[in-house]
């Protein structure tokens, strides 16, 4: 993954209403009203990760709002 994808995806995260932080190991840390929701890595992997990320990303999010009904 490139950094202008990386950047794409943290913008698109952050559009979803995550918070995204940077963690220690140099991976963004996406959170969703507090909870964590998973990591984007910003290292370069196969030409999947970015939609394997947004799927990920968004699976988790339905999953907090479908708990807090």
């Known amino acids: 993954m490139t950094a202008p994808e990386v950047r794409k995806l943290i913008a698109w995260v952050q559009r979803l209403g995550c918070q995204v932080a940077r963690a220690r190991n ?10 964590y929701v998973g990591t984007i890595a910003c290292t370069p992997s196969d030409r ?11 699976r ?3 999953a907090i709002k479908a708990a807090g009904r």
């Open 26 to 35: 140099g991976h963004y840390r996406v959170t969703f009203g507090g909870r």
């Open 48 to 58: 999947r990760t970015p939609l394997n990320d947004k799927a990920r990303i968004r």
């Open 60 to 62: 988790s999010i339905r």
